[in-house]
């Protein structure tokens, strides 16, 4: 019954170490098309990835971190249970692209980003961070990350507004999230929930009582 028990619960709260993209907004980028939200992909890669306008896409979720976490403005701190994600734009051939004001929303706070202009930070991250399944760079290179024109805002909230002006390579960041905060009614179902098992094991353990007193 207790393992029922911890397992019934860990189920409960599985749901809730994941804040993943909620949706994106903005205008369309100099090349007219919209950013959206995509499928991690198989590649991450400047040869084999590209698009015409920003895309984001989720990568590990619920990631207890044993040390701490290097993004651009400092660290995020040992113990702290993280969801990554990533945004690009990587536009195919000679010429420029550029994409401002997009506004990412996520369904946790925004604790850190990672966008230095070598990409060091993103590539050393990876091995914890990344989409299973797709791959990464092996090493950092010039213009993996963010340069002058680039920019973004909104750390400590849950929307990042992302401006992108890009050659070959594109533009890569690695987006750090908390773990999302459940809706009221999720708290409440969870309360009922372990209610219901709590009191199913009471009554189970007084015909169990009865039976050997009697």
Do not use: C
């Not at 804040?19 to 090349?31: D, E």
């Not at 507004?161 to 533009?171: E, H, L, Y």
């Amino acid at each position: 019954m207790d393992r029922l028990i911890y397992l019934t619960i860990a189920l409960l709260f599985s749901n809730l170490a994941n804040a993943t993209f909620v949706s994106v907004s903005g205008g369309l980028s100099s090349n007219s098309v919209a950013a959206s939200i995509i499928a991690a992909p198989t590649f991450v890669l400047d040869a084999n990835v590209t698009n015409l306008a920003q895309q984001g896409f989720d990568e590990r979720q619920g990631v207890l971190l044993g040390s701490a976490l290097l993004v651009d403005s400092g660290s995020i701190a040992a113990g702290t249970v993280v969801n990554s994600h990533m945004i690009f734009l990587n536009k195919p051939g000679p010429g420029s692209s550029v994409h401002a004001s997009v506004a990412w929303t996520f369904s946790g706070t925004i604790i850190g980003v990672m966008s230095d202009f070598f990409g060091t930070l993103e590539v050393a991250s990876t091995p914890l961070l990344g989409a299973p399944g797709t791959t990464y760079p092996g090493a950092s290179f010039i213009g993996r990350g963010f340069e002058t024109n680039d920019s973004y805002s909104g750390i400590g909230s849950n929307i990042l507004t992302v401006s992108m002006s890009t050659k070959q390579p594109g533009d890569w960041i690695r987006v750090i999230t908390a773990t999302a905060v459940p809706e009221p009614a999720t708290i409440a179902l969870i309360t009922l929930g372990l209610f219901g098992i709590a009191s199913g094991s009471l009554k189970n353990y007084r015909k169990t009582s009865v039976k050997t007193t009697g």
